[in-house]
């Protein structure tokens, strides 16, 4: 299963010699900022506050994201998760990647009620169900059902909702 991003061929050098190309630097230095100062807030009110005012994402009421979690720099807009969920220390969030002959977007949906274990990494064009529960030092290269349990590098579904 594919992960849904949009594909965007580049004809010179590797794509991310051309970064400022696909998304302004300004912007990337604001949200370098702004995710920076998120990472060390203890506070999740207002790390919250920080992520959906001058980030533009969807953050679900009651969300709790823990220290050191990395939105994506480049296109965090693009992140939505939803009410009631826990985003592990020190995971990362990416809406982007990087290729040699091309850059890819896609959507990152984390639904209600989700765990997210620490040191995850979530690639770009990936749902997460409402529910569901990704093991800590996961790659989430593929969707996730809603109500599955998940873990593992290459990710599998360890059980599924009955």
């Known amino acids: 299963m594919s992960r849904k991003t949009e594909s965007y061929p580049v004809s010179t050098a590797n794509s991310l010699w051309q ?15 702004v995710i920076q100062v998120a990472r060390y807030t203890p506070f999740l009110k207002a790390k919250n506050w920080l992520y959906r005012t001058f980030l533009r994402m969807k953050v679900g009421d009651e969300t709790a994201v823990a220290l050191m979690v990395m939105m994506d720099i480049m296109f965090p807009e693009r992140i939505s998760i939803g009410r ?16 040699i002959k ?22 770009p064009g990936v749902t997460i169900g409402d529910g569901a529960i990704v093991s800590a030092g996961t790659l989430v290269h593929r ?9 593992g590098n290459p990710m599998q579904i360890i059980k599924e909702r009955v």
């Open 19 to 33: 970064i400022y190309r696909t998304v302004p630097f300004l912007k990337v230095v604001k949200n370098f900022i």
């Open 84 to 99: 009631n969920s826990i985003i592990g220390y020190n995971t990362t969030i990416l809406a982007h990647e990087y290729l």
């Open 102 to 123: 091309e850059y890819r977007l896609g959507d990152v949906i984390i639904g209600d009620e989700v765990m997210i274990g620490a040191n995850t990494t979530i690639l």
């Open 143 to 151: 969707d996730v059902p809603a109500g599955a349990f998940v873990g």
